[in-house]
C-alpha cells in the first residue's frame, strides 16, 4: 500500500509538473505573439481555484482531476467571435505563428529538461562508473564473442564510450539495428581487442531490443563490489519491519544459508515470493532470529519476492573506478544538451526500428509503469526523481512532436499544409484527421496498458 501511495504521489506531481511546463510554453508564445487565451487549466473537470487576468482576460483554473491540463485559444470554429476580436482569433493569425504556438508546448517541455539537468549538474557534477566487466554468463553471446572478466569497454561499434551508461544506451542502439555488434575491449593487461557478436536468427536479437534484455541477453555484468548485508531505511509497515527489522541490523543466514553481502540478501529474497523466511540477524553485538513474510511483486513480467529494506550505504569505489568530474555553468549546459539530444535521438531511432518491426512492441510503457517509475525514484530521493522528470519531460516533448492529428506534431501538419495550399482545410478532412488520430492514441495507449498489465501481473 505504501509503494503505492508513493508511485500514486510521484505520478501527481510529475504529470501536474510536466503538463504545467507544456502548457506554459503554449500560453506564453501566444500572449507574445497577440493570440487571445480564454483559460490557461492545470487539470480537468471542476474548477477548485480560477483567477481572471485583469489586462490579458485569460481565466487561470486548478481543476479537480490533475492528470491533465489545456490552453483555450480564441478560435471562431469552437465558438462565434466578436468582431472587434477576429484579429485575435487562432485561425486570423499568420500560419507561421500558429505553427510556432503548436511548436512552443513540446520545446518547454525540452528547454524545461535540459535546464533542469543543467542545474543537477551544476549542483552535483557528473559522477560515472567505468564500464569494468564481470564474468560473461557461460553459453551467451558474449562468452562466445571472448568477453572476459577484468575487461573495460572502450567502444561500441567504434564509438567510444567511458561509462556504464554510455555502454548501456549504445548497446541498446546497437543490437536494435541490423547492423553487425561489436565491442572494443581492454584487457586486465592492457591490449585491446575486438569481441564480435554473432546471434543465430533476427528473432533472437529482436529480443534482446525487450525492456531490461540488451546487457542480460548478451551474457554481459559490470563488475559490482560488496557491500555489507546491513540495513539501511527499513519501510515503516513493510514486511521486514513488521518482522521486527530495524535500521543497522546485519543479515547472516538465509534459511540457514549464510548472506555474505546486501546484494546476496536481495537475491534469495527476490527468490522467494509469498513465502516466509527465517532471517538470522546481529544486533548490536547480539544474534537473533526472526520469520518474514516476503511481498510479492512483478517486475517486467516476472514474480519476485520483497521486503522493503535498503543498503546501508553506498559501497566504497576503489581509486579510478568512480570518475566524478565538476562542471561550470557552460559545460554543465553543453553537456545537458547534449544528453538531451543523445536520448530523444534514440528514441526517434526505436520508434523507427519498433515500426519496422527490430524492436520489441513490449517497450511501449503506459500510465501503470510511470506511475511505479515514478514511486520508486521518489523513495530513492531527491535527485532520483529529478532525474525521472527529465526523462519523462523529454518523452513527453518528443511523443507530442509525432506527426498524428490530435498530438501537436500532427497539427502542425495541418497547419503547414494549409498554408502551402493558401486556403483552410475542409470541415471533413479536418474531422477525418482528428479521427485518424484518435483511433491512433487508442490504439498506442491500449497497447501500453497492455504491456503494462503484462509487467505487473506476469
Not at 60 to 84: H, S
Not at 125 to 131: D, F, M, V, W
Not at 219 to 248: D, H, M, S, Y
Not at 293 to 312: E, F, L, P
Request: net charge positive; hydrophobic share 50%.
Amino acid at each position: 500500500m505504501i509503494f503505492s501511495l508513493w508511485s500514486l504521489a510521484g505520478f501527481v506531481v510529475a504529470v501536474c509538473v510536466l503538463v504545467t511546463v507544456h502548457e506554459f510554453g503554449h500560453y506564453w508564445v501566444a500572449r507574445r505573439l497577440g493570440f487571445k487565451v480564454l483559460r490557461f487549466s492545470v487539470g480537468f473537470g471542476r474548477p477548485l481555484w480560477r483567477h481572471i487576468g485583469r489586462e490579458s482576460g485569460t481565466e487561470f483554473v486548478i481543476a479537480a482531476v490533475p492528470l491533465g491540463g489545456y490552453v483555450k485559444l480564441l478560435d471562431e470554429r469552437d465558438a462565434p467571435v466578436p468582431a472587434a476580436e477576429l484579429a485575435q482569433s487562432f485561425t486570423h493569425r499568420p500560419h507561421w505563428q500558429r505553427i510556432a504556438v503548436l511548436l512552443a508546448g513540446p520545446a518547454a517541455n525540452f528547454l524545461f529538461a535540459i535546464l533542469l539537468l543543467t542545474g543537477m549538474l551544476l549542483v552535483s557534477g557528473s559522477t560515472e562508473l567505468r564500464p569494468l566487466l564481470a564474468a560473461a554468463r557461460a553459453d551467451s553471446p558474449a562468452a562466445r564473442a571472448g568477453v572476459r572478466s577484468g575487461d573495460e569497454i572502450i567502444a561500441v561499434n567504434e564509438r567510444p564510450v567511458s561509462t556504464q551508461r554510455e555502454v548501456w544506451i549504445n548497446l541498446l542502439d546497437g543490437v536494435t539495428s541490423r547492423a553487425p555488434l561489436s565491442l572494443t575491449v581492454r584487457g586486465a593487461d592492457g591490449r585491446e581487442r575486438q569481441a564480435s557478436f554473432e546471434f543465430a536468427s533476427s528473432a533472437e536479437r529482436r529480443a534482446l531490443s525487450e525492456p531490461t534484455g540488451a546487457l542480460d541477453g548478451l551474457g554481459l555484468k559490470f563488475q559490482e563490489l560488496p557491500i555489507p548485508a546491513v540495513l539501511g531505511a527499513v519501510t515503516a509497515g513493510g514486511p521486514a519491519a513488521l518482522a521486527g527489522l530495524r535500521a543497522g541490523d546485519e543479515v547472516l543466514r538465509v534459511n540457514g544459508e549464510p548472506v555474505h553481502d546486501f546484494l546476496a540478501l536481495v537475491a534469495l529474497v527476490r527468490a522467494h515470493p509469498g513465502d516466509t523466511i527465517a532471517v538470522q540477524y546481529r544486533r548490536d553485538g547480539r544474534e537473533a532470529a526472526t520469520r518474514v513474510a516476503v511481498a510479492a511483486v512483478v517486475q517486467d513480467g516476472v514474480r519476485i519476492g520483497r521486503i522493503q529494506v535498503s543498503q546501508s550505504h553506498s559501497p566504497r569505489y576503489p581509486p579510478g573506478m568512480l570518475r566524478h568530474v565538476r562542471l561550470g555553468p557552460l559545460a554543465a549546459l553543453r553537456a545537458a544538451c547534449s544528453e538531451a539530444w543523445g536520448m530523444t535521438s534514440l528514441q526517434g531511432r526505436m520508434l523507427w526500428r519498433m515500426l519496422a518491426g527490430d524492436v520489441s512492441v513490449k517497450n511501449l510503457s503506459g500510465p501503470l509503469t510511470i506511475a511505479e517509475l515514478a514511486g520508486d525514484s521518489a523513495s530513492a530521493g531527491t535527485a532520483a526523481f529529478l532525474g525521472f522528470l527529465v526523462l519523462i519531460s523529454l518523452a513527453l516533448g518528443f511523443m507530442n512532436l509525432l506527426p498524428i492529428p490530435i498530438l501537436d506534431g500532427g497539427q502542425v501538419v495541418m497547419q503547414t499544409i494549409e498554408w502551402l495550399k493558401g486556403s483552410p482545410l475542409s470541415e471533413r478532412v479536418q474531422a477525418a484527421g482528428q479521427q485518424v488520430g484518435i483511433a491512433l492514441v487508442l490504439l498506442l495507449l491500449g497497447l501500453a496498458l497492455y504491456n503494462d498489465i503484462s509487467r505487473q501481473f506476469g
